[in-house]
């Protein structure tokens, strides 16, 4: 579907970055006037996801989440399409997998590859021999053994942390310590900085965290797993010289950082690259459209954040 953007308004959103956005404006977004003037003025947003993914897919990819080989494990019946596509609904005003670029859609692309980080994150085992997710993938929604509390004092005052709260790893792509907690509540309307628990309760919102960090930026004037796996962010000189791209490979740099890149080649990344590209076949997209080697890798690529930084 060609998709004109002149028509369309603009979201004053960091998610969206100038990106065209078509139909009602929330709270927050202004009319764009002037939309030819943007940087990017063919990055538009129209759609939903559940024009294109269905729950047939969504079964397919997680087909036996709740079977005997997961039985062992609480959230049993936790995970399931609706959950997921409740939660994409509030992002995709902001282009999470409903964006168009140079009239090209790249929604498809997205939610493969965010889907396949959470299957990797939330898988019990991975199948090695076939190198396709395990049946066992969407098993965990929390870590359970964690020692520690994940507070900052750095951010006593803004995200104060509660007394007798551990921020550890929660949601469909964890995230960790008090800040996070507290920014993603502040964007969700939901008080986690004081009842984090919820995320372990509700697989909509673990889904909806999740989906805050994949578009969020982990600091000023980095892109965003959205923008890398969109085409939308453009690699300055340092970055070409750092060998990073956009593409599937930069959204495990911005997530992982150096436990997964910058490794050369290594289990970890190619446990991933595997989920996506085996949830591109689930949807129909050509392996082709992921681009060369360096574009689907990180292995070579130089990262932006070590870990204590890249991993929220």
């Known amino acids: 579907m060609l998709v004109n953007c002149n028509a369309l308004r603009c979201a004053g959103s960091s998610y969206s970055r100038g990106c065209c956005v078509k139909g009602a404006i929330t709270e927050g977004e202004k009319l764009c006037a002037l939309c030819n003037t943007l940087k990017s003025p063919d990055c538009c947003v129209e ?3 559940t024009d294109y993914f269905q729950i047939n897919q969504f079964e397919k990819m997680f087909s036996n989440r709740d079977s ?5 494990h609480e959230n049993k019946a936790f995970w399931d399409y609706q959950s997921f596509i409740t939660a994409s609904a509030y ?6 997998g409903t964006t168009y670029i140079n009239r090209k859609f790249t929604g498809t692309k997205e939610v493969a590859a965010f889907l396949a980080h959470v299957a990797t994150k939330t898988s019990c085992e991975y199948n090695m021999t076939t190198r396709e997710p395990s049946a066992s993938s969407l098993c965990y929604y929390k870590k359970t053994n964690s020692n520690s509390y994940y507070c900052d004092e750095q951010y006593k005052n803004t995200y ?17 310590w008090n800040y996070n907690y507290g920014e993603a509540g502040k964007e969700l309307d939901v008080d986690l900085l004081n009842h984090p628990e919820y995320i372990e309760q509700n697989a909509t919102l673990a889904f909806q965290v999740a989906i805050w960090r994949w578009m969020m930026p ?25 060998k990073r791209v956009s ?14 890149c910058g490794q050369s080649d290594n289990e970890s990344m ?6 996506y590209l085996y949830y591109l076949d689930l949807m129909g997209v050509n392996r082709e459209e992921t681009g060369p080697n360096e574009v689907l890798s990180c292995a070579k690529q130089v990262v932006f954040n070590p870990y204590s930084s890249s991993s929220p």
């Open 218 to 242: 982990i600091k000023e004037h980095q892109p965003s797993a959205h923008e890398v796996i969109i085409d939308y962010w453009k690699p300055n000189k340092n970055d070409t010289l750092g």
């Open 47 to 49: 759609g939903a996801i």
């Open 160 to 176: 104060p942390c509660a007394s007798g709260i551990a921020y550890y790893s929660r949601g469909a792509l964890p995230i960790y």
């Open 270 to 275: 190619n446990n991933i690259i595997a989920n």
């Open 68 to 72: 005997l080989e997961v039985e062992s």
């Open 247 to 260: 593409g599937f490979g930069a959204t495990m740099n911005i997530l992982y950082g150096d436990l997964v």
């Open 91 to 96: 992002f995709q005003p902001y282009g999470f």
